[in-house]
C-alpha cells in the first residue's frame, strides 16, 4: 500500500490524468527519496532521463512501463526539437488519463528545459502537475568542496547564457558555471570539442580574475566508494583540462568585500 504519495491537488484536475516530475539526484540509488520510489512504482507511465545505469536498471524493476527519453536526442539533432519531442510523449501519456512518473537525474528543475515545460503544458491543459525536488550538483559541490553560499553569496549561471548575455556577476562572491564543458552545443554534445568555446569563456574571465586565479572543476561521483572529481587549475589552464557535459565549473571569489560602514550602522553592529 501506498502511504506516502501526497496527493494534494496542484491545479483543478480535469480528467484523471495526472504528472509528477521526481528527481534521482547523483548518488546512485541513495539520493532516491521515499516520495519519488513511491511514485515510480504507483504510476501507470514512467519515463526517465538518467544515465547512471544502477539507477536506470532500479527505475525498470520498480516498474516495467519504464522508458528512455535519451532517444529523443540525436547528432545534430537542435536539443529545443529533442525537448519539444520528450514533452509531446509525456503529455500524450497524461491525455490519456494515466499517472505519469518522470525522473531527471540531479534535481528535476535544476538546468532542465522538459521537465519544467512539460508541467506547465500539464496544468495549462487542466491536468494534476507537480514537481519534487532532489539533490542537484550544487548541493552536492556544497558539500564535497566545503562551500557554504551563507558566507560571500553565491552567482550560478548557465555557461553559454553567462557569455551570450554578458551577465553580471561579482568577484567577491562564488560564481558557478554549469554545462561549461558543452558550451555552444546545440545538439546532444557527444565527442563535442570544448576547446574553442572555453577559450573565448577563459577571455571574458580573465578581465575580471587574474590568469592564474584558481578555478575547480567538479564531477559529483554516482558512487560512495569513487571520489568527486575535484581539479584546481589556474583559469589561463582551462583550455588544457578535460571537460565534458558533466563537468561544472567553480570560480572562487577574488576580492574581499569590506563592509559598509554606514549600513552596519543602520542595522546597529557599531
Ligand atoms: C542538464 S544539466 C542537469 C543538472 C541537474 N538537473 C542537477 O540538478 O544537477 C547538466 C549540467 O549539470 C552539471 N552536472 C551534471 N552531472 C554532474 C556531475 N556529475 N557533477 C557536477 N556537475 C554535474 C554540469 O554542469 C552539466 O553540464
Not at 528535476?108 to 495549462?124: D, I, L, W, Y
Not at 555557461?159 to 562572491?173: G, V
Not at 571569489?253 to 549600513?263: E, G, I, K, L, S
Request: proline share 7%; glycine share 6%.
Amino acid at each position: 500500500m501506498i502511504t506516502d504519495i501526497d496527493d494534494s491537488p496542484h491545479g483543478e484536475s480535469r480528467a484523471g490524468g495526472e504528472l509528477v516530475i521526481v528527481g534521482t539526484g547523483y548518488r546512485a540509488l541513495g539520493d532516491l527519496s521515499q516520495q519519488a520510489r513511491s511514485y515510480l512504482r504507483a504510476a501507470d507511465k514512467v519515463f526517465y532521463l538518467i544515465g547512471e545505469p544502477l539507477l536506470t536498471q532500479h527505475i525498470i524493476k520498480c516498474n516495467p512501463s519504464a522508458e528512455s527519453l535519451f532517444p529523443f536526442y540525436a547528432k545534430g539533432k537542435p536539443r529545443v526539437a529533442s525537448y519539444r519531442e520528450m514533452v509531446d510523449r509525456i503529455l500524450c501519456e497524461v491525455r490519456q488519463g494515466s499517472l505519469v512518473c518522470v525522473a531527471f537525474y540531479g534535481h528535476p528543475g535544476v538546468f532542465v528545459n522538459p521537465s519544467h515545460e512539460a508541467v506547465r503544458q500539464a496544468r495549462e491543459e487542466g491536468f494534476r502537475a507537480r514537481m519534487l525536488p532532489a539533490p542537484s550538483a550544487e548541493d552536492w559541490l556544497f558539500a564535497d568542496l566545503g562551500i557554504d553560499p551563507a558566507r560571500a553569496g553565491c552567482q550560478s549561471f548557465e555557461a553559454t547564457d553567462f557569455l551570450l548575455h554578458a551577465r553580471i556577476f561579482d568577484p567577491a562572491s562564488v560564481l558557478i558555471l554549469w554545462q561549461v564543458g558543452v558550451i555552444g552545443a546545440q545538439d546532444w554534445p557527444a565527442g563535442y570539442d570544448h576547446r574553442p568555446n572555453t577559450r573565448v569563456l577563459t577571455e571574458v574571465l580573465t578581465r575580471t580574475y587574474d590568469a592564474d586565479h584558481e578555478v575547480i572543476i567538479y564531477e559529483a561521483s554516482s558512487y560512495e566508494v569513487c571520489e568527486p572529481r575535484i581539479e584546481r587549475v589556474p583559469l589561463a589552464k582551462l583550455t588544457a583540462v578535460e571537460l565534458s557535459a558533466i563537468s561544472t565549473l567553480v570560480v572562487p571569489p577574488a576580492v574581499r568585500r569590506p563592509a559598509d560602514r554606514q549600513m552596519a550602522q543602520r542595522l546597529g553592529f557599531v
